[in-house]
């Protein structure tokens, strides 16, 4: 079991920058694919980033590619997601997932343990 805790949410104008976090702790950090999602009011949880359990293979959405980049630092226990150039349409919850499984998965029923989510709100 993996508990899983976002970070770094909050309010920023478009254009702008911001990073969130997921500190994990529990069983071994390496042992899960990461993967990021979001879920604005009205919408479905959509898949946003996924990282491969050494870090070395990403996956975007494409509303996001080129804009969004994913990483982790396992000695740290934390993923990261860096969001730049925020539209409004970003304005959404996001979350962090872990996923028991040697490939990554862009399904949110393929994850196993979820955070409770961070807000992220961009100005226009």
């Known amino acids: 079991q993996v508990q899983l805790i976002e970070s770094g949410g909050g309010l920023v104008q478009a254009g702008g920058s911001l990073r969130v976090s997921c500190s994990a702790s529990?069983?071994?950090?390496?042992?899960?694919?990461m993967g990021w999602f979001r879920q604005a009011p009205g919408k479905e949880r959509e898949f946003v980033a996924g990282i491969s359990r050494s870090g070395g293979n990403t996956r975007y959405a494409d509303s996001v590619k080129g804009r969004f980049t994913i990483s982790r630092d396992n000695a740290r226990n934390t993923v990261y997601l860096q969001l730049n150039i925020l539209k409004a349409e970003d304005t959404a919850v996001y979350y962090c997932a872990a996923r028991t499984s040697l490939y990554w998965s862009t399904h949110d029923k393929d994850y196993d343990y979820w955070g409770q989510g961070t807000q992220v709100t961009v100005s226009s």
């Open positions: 529990g069983d071994t950090f390496s042992n899960y694919v």
